[in-house]
């Protein structure tokens, strides 16, 4: 299976999915660490992540997916919604929260 075609699985498998740099217990980096604190200030306790860090090609291959260069990524039901300084924005101005509830 090509990594284009094992992203697309991800991102339809699970309702809510960040592609980030380390793992929800334990972030990587400043972003993905933000990213998480957003997903749980918006009751998604328990997302679906996928530690970049640990598959090059996933790494690589999901800046192409979204066409989006850099990483955390977040998915709602399959959709792309941004990386953490648009989740913030969102967040910040309520839009982010309904899109859970859908």
Same mark, same amino acid.
């Given at each position: +299976? @090509?990594? /284009?075609?094992? $992203? #697309?699985? %991800?991102?339809?498998?699970?309702?809510?999915?960040?592609?980030? #740099?380390?793992?929800?217990?334990?972030?990587?980096? &400043?972003?993905?660490? #933000?990213?998480? /604190? $957003?997903?749980?200030?918006?009751?998604?306790? =328990?997302?679906?992540?996928?530690?970049?860090?640990?598959?090059?090609?996933?790494? /690589?291959? %999901?800046?192409?997916?979204?066409?989006?260069?850099?990483?955390?990524?977040?998915?709602?039901? &399959?959709?792309?919604?941004?990386?953490? @300084?648009? +989740? +913030? =924005?969102?967040? =910040?101005?309520? =839009?982010? /929260?309904? %899109?859970?509830?859908?």
């Amino acid at each position: +299976m @090509d990594t /284009q075609t094992r $992203i #697309k699985e %991800i991102v339809t498998s699970h309702p809510v999915v960040l592609f980030m #740099k380390g793992t929800a217990q334990f972030p990587q980096c &400043g972003f993905s660490g #933000k990213a998480i /604190q $957003i997903l749980n200030a918006c009751g998604i306790s =328990e997302p679906f992540t996928v530690n970049v860090l640990a598959d090059e090609g996933i790494r /690589q291959g %999901i800046k192409e997916f979204a066409n989006w260069p850099t990483i955390p990524q977040l998915y709602v039901n &399959g959709e792309f919604i941004g990386g953490s @300084d648009i +989740m +913030m =924005e969102m967040f =910040e101005s309520g =839009e982010l /929260q309904p %899109i859970f509830k859908a």
